[in-house]
């Protein structure tokens, strides 16, 4: 079993910067991904940005350039780096992994998630 706990949301205005993290507990072994997935009201989830136990990494179109994601396997903790964010970034954030290689919206373990607002 794998426990995920996302934290550094907030509301930042348009332009800014935020920083979320995501600290995992429990054994990942194998092939897997990490993965920030995010969910807008009315909207269905999607893949933010991943990146594989191979290093490889992936972003949405919408987040290329702003957005980076990283990881430090020595604290079990993954992050994403938002740079330049817009009102349309605003979602709920949620961290992932699952095994292999895949970036399916329905597998895996999930984190609580984490509230991002951009707004004026």
């Known amino acids: 079993q794998v426990q995920l706990v996302e934290s550094g949301g907030g509301l930042v205005q348009p332009g800014g910067s935020l920083r979320l993290s995501c600290v995992a507990s429990?054994?990942?072994?194998?092939?897997?991904?990490l993965g920030w997935y995010r969910q807008a009201p009315g909207r269905q989830r999607e893949l933010v940005a991943g990146i594989t136990s191979a290093g490889r990494s992936t972003y949405a179109d919408s987040v290329k350039g702003r957005f980076t994601i990283s990881r430090d396997s020595n604290k079990n903790t993954m992050y994403l780096q938002m740079n330049s964010l817009r009102p349309e970034d605003t979602a709920v954030y949620y961290c992932?992994?699952?095994?292999?290689?895949?970036?399916?919206?329905?597998?895996?373990?999930w984190g609580q998630g984490t509230q991002v607002t951009v707004s004026s």
């Open positions: 429990g054994r990942i072994n194998g092939r897997y991904t």
């Open positions: 992932n992994t699952q095994s292999p290689w895949t970036y399916d919206l329905h597998s895996g373990f």
